[in-house]
């Protein structure tokens, strides 16, 4: 059985979090961003639904990495409470950490060994099988020069794994021995301090820096891939050193009881380290292969059946077409993604149709992760949030929405060669969503025509007759819909929202669904 709503309840929140979502506009996409470039017919309804805006993650200017930025949505200043992403990427790894560890976020990377040179940051992204036989041989060792210290070593995803480091007189207040770009030199760990735990904690860092390359030269994993022309995984990289963090849970801060899936470490261990419920979901990997379709599913059974008000749904996949530049990548898992989210609006409007609770969806990113760049950027990221309800009726209602597929969601790679990202070269002139065309101009047309709302006795996002998906669309006017016709990172900026800093998107939320007034 569901959870029947009560009456004046809150709505319960559905977040997709796409990371890495935002970009610039790219020649190869005939001079569209990625996002224009795709087909996103139910991202589009949910920002022609409600309301829209350009959002800064952290602040404007700042290329943030995916803590911080999380910390940040969730209503957490990173200026005042970040220490280093270590700790979350271990905790969402597996490892225990008590008051007084450090934890490193950690890359398996080439280094040569004649120059100290890093070739190669990550060895290789699918490292699924290798990766965890590699650190069972890591886990446990011993360093010579510090027998008090316990190493604790396990895999994450892809090249990543988690590090835990246990002993007397430690601080995260040192840095790391990532260079942070391919080909320069493997860094040394340096106090950041002058406190005598700095310098202790370095020399520390320093030579468990080596003991683990030492390990890792011989093994037989690394001669096999030798053998066979592969880069060697013969160097961890140790970065973002950090300590646990002890924080306000996210339900005392906002009134929700909260999961997430994230398949994502750092995402995961960012959550625990929140009080957020971290949801095993089988299937889901954080990278490419993942199983979307799982995501979607298990979210709206958290939200319907499972007792949670918020659910948070993160997707890495986008984020990795970005760090591998592939240009034409990026908007087909766009498109992806876009399925999965008709599948999440399937499933929860199908739960409200039969009285279970009322929902609402929010969509966005943590940070611009461009393509043609390779990483982390400072561009804004388009936000939207919209009653589910309200979102049924811009795809054409309650029967168009009985028609999204659902079940496993193909991945670009096994679908035919004839997706709309493919043709993403095309002139951006033949596409409605990069010239806000035909398509808009019928939102336009129909605005005042849909603001008397569903005929008497209609359900909410019923289809009237004669209304078809086209007009169903027009209909966002009587809620006050944002003005956005599809979701991009230009079309959003006209939206209700305007451009506003990440640390309003907690506040945004509960005023949004009835949990707090405006200036509540």
């Not at 339900?251 to 909260?258: D, Q």
């Not at 079309?491 to 005023?511: E, N, T």
Request: aromatic share 6%; hydrophobic share 40%; proline share 8%.
């Amino acid at each position: 059985m569901g959870t029947p709503s009560a009456p004046g309840e809150p709505e319960r929140v559905a977040f997709v979090l796409i990371d890495g979502v935002g970009d610039v506009t790219i020649p190869q996409l005939g001079g569209r961003t990625p996002l224009q470039a795709a087909s996103l017919p139910h991202l589009d309804a949910v920002a022609a639904a409600g309301l829209t805006g350009l959002m800064d993650p952290v602040e404007p200017g700042l290329a943030c990495g995916s803590d911080t930025a999380h910390l940040s949505l969730f209503g957490y200043d990173p200026r005042t409470y970040y220490r280093g992403r270590g700790a979350f990427e271990s905790m969402g790894a597996g490892l225990d950490m008590a008051p007084g560890d450090i934890a490193f976020k950690s890359n398996f990377a080439t280094l040569d060994v004649a120059s100290g040179i890093v070739l190669r940051r990550r060895a290789d992204r699918r490292f699924e099988e290798l990766g965890p036989v590699l650190c069972a041989a890591l886990d446990g060792l011993r360093l010579p020069s510090f027998p008090q210290h316990a190493v604790s070593v396990k895999y994450a995803t892809e090249h990543r794994c988690g590090v835990v480091v246990r002993g007397p007189g430690l601080t995260d207040q040192i840095s790391g021995t990532d260079p942070l770009k391919d080909h320069l030199p493997l860094q040394r760990s340096a106090a950041l301090d002058a406190s005598p735990e700095a310098t202790h904690t370095a020399a520390v860092v320093n030579e468990l820096s080596e003991c683990m390359r030492q390990i890792l030269e011989d093994h037989p994993i690394n001669a096999q891939r030798r053998a066979e022309g592969k880069p060697p995984a013969n160097v961890v990289l140790l970065r973002g050193c950090g300590s646990r963090l002890a924080l306000q849970e996210f339900k005392e801060r906002h009134r929700m009881e909260a999961c997430m899936v994230a398949p994502t470490k750092i995402i995961a261990g960012l959550g625990m380290s929140l009080g957020i419920r971290v949801l095993q979901v089988p299937g889901t990997t954080g990278d490419y292969r993942t199983l979307f379709h799982r995501k979607a599913e298990a979210i709206a059974e958290a939200l319907s059946r499972g007792g949670f008000q918020f659910g948070f749904l993160h997707v890495k996949a986008v984020d990795d077409t970005g760090h591998d530049f592939l240009v034409h990548q990026k908007p087909r898992y766009q498109e992806v993604v876009d399925r999965m989210v008709g599948q999440l609006l399937r499933l929860l409007w199908e739960q409200e149709r039969a009285g279970n609770g009322r929902y609402s969806i929010v969509v966005t990113g943590d940070h611009s992760t461009p393509v043609e760049f390779g990483d982390h950027s400072h561009e804004p990221v388009p936000f939207a949030i919209a009653h589910v309800r309200h979102v049924v009726e811009a795809l054409g209602g309650d029967s168009a929405v009985k028609g999204i597929p659902l079940g496993p969601i193909p991945h670009p790679e096994e679908e035919p060669a004839a997706s709309a990202a493919q043709q993403a070269a095309a002139p951006a002139a033949t596409s409605d969503r990069a010239t806000g065309g035909a398509g808009a101009a019928q939102l336009a047309d129909g605005q005042q025509a849909d603001e008397q709302g569903p005929a008497p006795g209609q359900q909410p996002g019923e289809e009237q007759p004669g209304q078809g998906p086209q007009s169903a669309a027009r209909s966002r006017a009587r809620w006050g819909g944002g003005g956005a016709a599809q979701f991009d990172e230009i079309a959003v900026a006209a939206g209700q929202l305007g451009r506003f800093p990440g640390s309003q998107v907690m506040p945004l939320i509960r005023q949004f669904i009835g949990l707090e007034v405006a200036g509540g």
